[in-house]
């Protein structure tokens, strides 16, 4: 059993930053890639962030530039680093772990920008 664990969401003013976290944990045998998605009501999941299990990332086109996705194998945990939000990145922000064909989802955590 796979799980995922967001945390970091919160209410920020346009301008600021955010740090979100994904804790993962259980036993998966081959390399996986990870990334966080976001969604708000009435839209599509939109995809954020990846990372391959080699470390390589891509984002969205509307947060290039502005966000960045890193690891800490130590800790299990992956990262995006949000700086200069804006409001339209008011969503739920889900992470998620590819390994083969599965995917896992975490629980998602509400990050909303707003003065």
């Known amino acids: 059993q796979v799980q995922l664990v967001e945390s970091g969401g919160d209410l920020v003013q346009p301008g600021g930053s955010l740090r979100l976290s994904c804790a993962t944990s259980?036993?998966?045998?081959?390399?996986?890639?990870m990334g966080w998605y976001r969604q708000t009501p009435g839209k599509q999941r939109e995809l954020v962030a990846i990372i391959t299990s080699g470390g390589r990332t891509n984002y969205a086109d509307s947060v290039k530039g502005r966000f960045t996705m890193s690891r800490d194998s130590a800790k299990n945990t992956v990262y995006l680093q949000m700086n200069s939000l804006k409001p339209e990145d008011t969503a739920v922000y889900f992470c998620n772990l590819k390994w083969g064909s599965y995917d896992y989802w975490g629980q998602g955590t509400q990050v909303t920008v707003s003065s």
């Open positions: 259980g036993t998966i045998f081959s390399g996986y890639g």
